[in-house]
């Protein structure tokens, strides 16, 4: 039986105490630094992860830009090519591009030319391409232009369209343009981002869903993208590359906490965001503490057993003694 007026058990409850104080407090600083070490990767992986879906972002609009960029110099060049040639280029950049179609509408008679070989004009079909939004908007700008999207009058898909002016001799002559299907580009573009327990989405400074995985929700609001707007109209530097703490936290529509990490597009209208759910950082703190108090308790129970076995030798002399 175990007496405690014994002094070797004496000694051994004194010392196992003692070792536990000592390894609980290793074990707490361990956690608390593994804690530190975890959230921190956890942090910069989806730093990452925003950092390249963004520079995949800049890629893909910059290729789009440079094609439409094409046609308005082979214009420039060839300011009245036949039609069969101006097909031709208008079919191979939309072929390049990805673009859905391309397009171009001459200043002077307000006819438009499609590169699926349609041609639109205001005596045959109507039709004057100077009064188009695309149109007008990169006249008055008087370079390249990116409209919002916008659901496609044809299809019903989220499109969006780049347009630049061709000018010859300081004279508006035309202005060429392309639409591009958003969702081909999220798929494209937005998969860097997902994984089982994130994903990537753009965003407009209002909480608009411009670019999403699930086309549903493009172009609309939720909770979610509310408050990752509120939260960046509220403090800028969120979307800062240089500030070291842009990670924050907004609930979902389904009240659940997520980690966000935001930062500016090419396009200064938007953002792109990395979104984790909280659980992904809770979970692998737990993990830790839970391998932490694990291995306290084994080093614990192994030191008392020493001890104990080391008090015991050692004392037996005076115990023969005593007796």
């Not at 842009?246 to 659940?256: M, Q």
């Amino acid at each position: 039986m175990f007496k405690f007026n014994n002094l070797s058990n004496k000694l051994t409850i004194i010392a196992c105490f003692l070792i536990a104080a000592i390894l609980i407090v290793v074990n707490v600083i361990n956690y608390y630094q593994s804690k530190d070490s975890t959230s921190y990767y956890l942090e910069e992986i989806q730093k990452k992860t925003m950092f390249d879906v963004n520079e995949a972002y800049k890629i893909y609009s910059n290729s789009k830009r440079s094609a439409i960029a094409s046609i308005a110099i082979f214009i420039e060049k060839n300011p009245k090519p036949n039609a069969n040639e101006l097909f031709d280029v208008l079919e191979s950049i939309r072929s390049a591009g990805g673009f859905d179609v391309t397009y171009i509408g001459f200043e002077d008679d307000g006819s438009l030319y499609q590169s699926n070989r349609v041609i639109r004009s205001p005596e045959s079909t109507n039709f004057d391409a100077r009064t188009r939004s695309w149109y007008q908007e990169s006249k008055n700008a008087k370079k390249l232009t990116v409209s919002d999207p916008y659901k496609s009058i044809e299809d019903d898909s989220i499109t969006i369209s780049y347009a630049a002016p061709v000018y010859k001799n300081n004279k508006l002559i035309a202005v060429v343009g392309g639409d591009y299907n958003l969702h081909t580009f999220s798929k494209d573009v937005l998969s860097i981002g997902h994984s089982d327990s994130s994903y990537a989405g753009v965003y407009d400074k209002d909480g608009t869903i411009v670019f999403h995985e699930d086309k549903d929700r493009m172009l609309t609001k939720n909770d979610l993208s509310i408050n990752i707007a509120n939260a960046i109209k509220e403090n800028p530097d969120l979307i800062d590359p240089s500030k070291e703490e842009t990670l924050f936290y907004a609930k979902d529509e389904a009240g659940k906490t997520q980690v966000i990490t935001c930062n500016q597009t090419l396009n200064p209208k938007y953002i792109v965001c990395s979104i984790t759910d909280e659980s992904v950082y809770t979970d692998a703190v737990n993990k830790v503490l839970f391998q932490q108090v694990i291995i306290a308790l084994i080093a614990i129970i192994i030191a008392l057993i020493l001890v104990r076995f080391t008090i015991a030798k050692n004392l037996k002399p005076i115990a023969v003694i005593t007796t």
